[in-house]
């Protein structure tokens, strides 16, 4: 009896398992896009948190290089923050809760 539910598990890990490598494929095909300073900068990144695109308004080079700066880190922190929760989102829904809302590094 104990052997039949052992084989019954191993082979529930080994299709979860294999769902979680599919999405991982996937990610890189989720794009994510965020700006910052109303339009003025403007990044995409993908599922994997790989910048894509940066875009800079031409206004904005009118501006002091540190307000730049400014603009550019929060478009890319709002970017990589929503790349990242929507990653784990889509990992944890394949999971199907077995990871129990764990946060993997990188995802």
Known sequence: MFKGNMSKLLKQAQDVQQQI???QS??????IESESGGGMVKVKVNGKQE?????????TLQEDK?????????????ALSKAQSDS????NSVAG???????????
């Open 51 to 59: 910048v894509l695109e940066l875009c800079i308004d031409e206004s």
């Open 88 to 91: 784990q989102e889509k990992m």
């Open 26 to 31: 996937q990610l890189s095909d989720m794009i």
């Open 21 to 23: 490598e599919k999405v």
């Open 97 to 107: 809760g077995m990871m129990g809302g764990l946060k993997i590094p990188g995802m």
């Open 66 to 78: 540190e307000v730049v700066e400014d603009l550019i880190v929060s478009a890319m922190n709002k």
